[in-house]
């Protein structure tokens, strides 16, 4: 099965052949992905890194076989860049890149190369900061249900896209992001990084934040945010009660 990578800044993978369909996710240039299935100008995809899959229109990327060597380098924030017709894209977080080369301001894309702004250097592929301090790049992006970029995202797109900036592969999805990682016993015990993880009345697992300090969780809901939260759960002020019930904390990072 061939390998393909998305050279698009991002592409909606829908639930089905149709752009009035639910956008489970978005495939982030650089990614790789297969091909599993076909209909008219629609490929179902499956991302090699999350193994999510969902539906991609051909208009918005058309497929590109990955024929390159290397380790991807993953950017840390916006990077200006410009493609070989001299057209300008600005990449998001959590963008894929190789061989990049802060000399002369350039990676490349399988053998297509690609001229960033000037001031390229290490610090857009190695994070100064800690996971926390990655996430609070993110405060104030409005939620969108599927999105992972400042632009529009969701809880699990946050704790996703944090990690995996700082080395960690997650799954797209809450349900499966908590069976990662190593337990913490109660949230006295738990240090800035570590994910929360809520449940719905059902018991399962409806939405995940990330610890930024004592008490304090950031997460996306309407956009992302920062709420106190306590061995109960998420506690938000303007509306004086709990909005979701706290179930099990997991470290990530050491």
């Known amino acids: 099965m061939k390998t393909y990578i998305c050279d698009n800044v991002l592409v909606?993978?829908?639930?089905?052949?149709?752009?009035?369909?639910?956008?489970?996710?978005?495939?982030?240039?650089?990614?790789?992905?297969?091909?599993t299935d076909k209909i008219l100008n629609w490929s179902k995809i499956a991302l090699l890194n999350d193994n999510c899959e969902g539906w991609i229109d051909t208009n918005h990327q058309i497929p590109l076989e990955f024929n390159f060597t290397g380790k991807p380098s993953t950017i840390n924030k916006p990077l200006v860049c410009h493609k070989d017709d001299n057209t300008t894209m600005v990449l998001v977080p959590g963008s894929e890149i190789y061989s990049p080369d802060y000399i002369?301001?350039?990676?490349?894309?399988?053998?297509?190369?690609?001229?960033?702004?000037?001031?390229?250097?290490?610090s857009w592929t190695v994070p100064s900061g800690t996971p926390a301090d990655t996430a609070l790049g993110f405060i104030n992006a409005p939620y969108l249900w599927g999105g992972k970029s400042y632009l529009g995202i969701d809880c699990s797109g946050l704790t996703q896209l944090v990690c995996k900036i700082h080395g960690i592969h997650l799954p797209r999805n809450g349900s499966k992001q908590v069976?990662?990682?190593?337990?913490?016993?109660?949230?006295g015990e738990a240090r800035k990084g570590d994910l929360l993880f809520f449940d719905n009345p059902k018991g399962e697992i409806s939405h995940v934040g990330l610890l930024v300090d004592t008490g304090l969780i950031i997460h996306a809901s309407g956009r992302?945010?920062?709420?106190?939260?306590?061995?109960?759960?998420?506690?938000?002020?303007?509306?004086?009660?709990?909005?979701?019930?706290?179930?099990?904390?997991?470290?990530?990072?050491?």
């Open 12 to 35: 909606p993978l829908r639930c089905a052949p149709s752009h009035k369909s639910e956008m489970e996710s978005q495939m982030l240039f650089g990614e790789k992905y297969v091909i």
């Open 104 to 122: 002369s301001n350039s990676f490349y894309i399988n053998n297509i190369k690609y001229n960033a702004e000037p001031s390229f250097n290490e």
């Open 179 to 187: 069976l990662h990682g190593k337990e913490v016993s109660f949230l």
């Open 224 to 254: 992302v945010r920062i709420d106190v939260v306590d061995h109960q759960g998420i506690f938000r002020k303007e509306f004086g009660q709990y909005s979701h019930k706290l179930r099990i904390i997991k470290r990530m990072f050491d």
